[in-house]
């Protein structure tokens, strides 16, 4: 099994910018991806980056790439997440996850098996 805890999510204004973390314990072999997602009310979550753990090689939404950026340090088994210009459509339940993809795509949560409880992140205008 693999242990996921998130920190750093907060209440900021908008053009702000906040840094989450996340720590991975127990069986950390189980996994050669470390995403985040998010899921704001009433919508689907969505991926926003990733990363390989192996080659350090980031993935990063669209919507968001410019502004997130993902980062780890392999090994503390942690994987960041640095939000810069924060607007309010990032408000939204931030999580964590890990996996081994097998074929899946990047930004499918199904691809993931384990994932962190969330933490929120709250971005006002």
């Known amino acids: 099994q693999v242990q996921l805890v998130e920190s750093g999510g907060g209440s900021v204004q908008a053009g702000g910018s906040l840094r989450l973390s996340c720590a991975a314990s127990?069986?950390?072999?189980?996994?050669?991806?470390l995403g985040w997602f998010r899921q704001a009310p009433g919508k689907e979550r969505e991926g926003v980056a990733a990363i390989h753990t192996g080659d350090d090689h980031p993935y990063t939404l669209d919507s968001v790439k410019g502004r997130f950026t993902i980062s780890q340090d392999a090994a503390k088994a942690e994987v960041y997440l640095q939000m810069n210009s924060l607007k309010p459509e990032d408000t939204a339940m931030y999580y964590c996850?890990?996996?081994?993809?097998?074929?899946?795509?990047?930004?499918?949560?199904?691809?993931?098996?384990?994932w962190g409880q969330g933490t929120q992140v709250t971005v006002s205008s």
């Open positions: 127990g069986r950390t072999y189980n996994y050669n991806y």
């Open positions: 996850a890990a996996g081994m993809l097998l074929g899946n795509s990047l930004w499918s949560s199904s691809s993931y098996a384990y």
